[in-house]
């Protein structure tokens, strides 16, 4: 079984709404919970990086959060563009090695005009 | 400041050939990453070095090896390919060893027919 378990699958929304995408995890104890974006035959991109002291990381149109109790994180996007279409990716790190990622499967976004 | 730079992009290889991949880090990271990306099962972490030692190691048999050289830059092989290696091929690096952000390469497309 995955460690990291990402939902939905699939997401379509149309442009200009916001959608909130989820992780739940269990790695533990976790060192890290990262965030990445991968455009279609593109390397991914980190969007960001929260520790396991950390609830919450904005970057710009992009908010994580993260519950260590109940081991999810969650990722919302306002004001979708076009550009969002991607697929967001979850990485945990467990503390034994901080480079040690584990991956989710990934929630494929796709944003209609 | 160049990013991770990942060559060739397309391979198309026959069962049995090996195959070398390479990756040249950010200018300055001195750890790099490898990971495989298959549609079914996502990503899946190959290999990491740090000054041209391996630290850490996935889940994937022999055949796969890689290196690190003095210059950070790194390589991996498979060798007695398989048709179930085709995958993207991707490649990350960081400054250091903590919990850094990790710039992944546009990848590798790798074809075995």
């Known amino acids: ?113 | 400041k160049a990013g991770v730079t990942q060559t060739p992009r397309y391979l198309i290889k026959t069962r049995g050939q090996q195959v070398t991949l390479s990756c040249s880090p950010i200018s300055g990271h001195r750890s790099v990453s490898w990971y495989q990306q298959t549609p079914g099962q996502g990503l899946q972490f190959l290999f990491e070095y740090f000054s041209e030692t391996q630290r850490n190691k996935g889940n994937f048999p022999g055949r796969f090896s890689g290196r690190q050289f003095s210059n950070s830059r790194s390589e991996m092989n498979v060798s007695t390919l398989e048709l179930g290696d085709s995958a993207l091929y991707l490649c990350a690096s960081s400054q250091g060893q903590g919990a850094s952000i990790w710039f992944f390469g546009q990848g590798t497309r790798l074809t075995v027919v």
Not at chain 1, 63 to 78: F, G, N, W
Not at chain 1, 87 to 105: E, H, K, L, Q
Request: proline share 4%.
């Open chain 1, 1 to 113: 079984k995955n460690q990291v378990e990402q939902s939905p699958q699939s997401l379509i929304i149309l442009e200009g709404k916001n959608c909130t995408l989820q992780c739940n995890y269990t790695v533990s104890p976790f060192s890290n919970l990262r965030w990445y974006k991968q455009d279609t035959g593109r390397g991914p991109v980190s969007l960001t990086i929260m520790t396991f002291s950390e609830n919450t990381k904005s970057n710009g149109r992009y908010t994580a959060t993260l519950d260590a109790d109940t081991k999810q994180s969650s990722l919302h996007i306002t004001a979708s563009q076009l550009s969002d279409s991607a697929s967001y990716i979850c990485v945990v790190s467990p503390m034994t090695n901080n480079n040690d990622m584990r991956f989710g499967a990934g929630t494929r976004l796709t944003v209609k005009p």
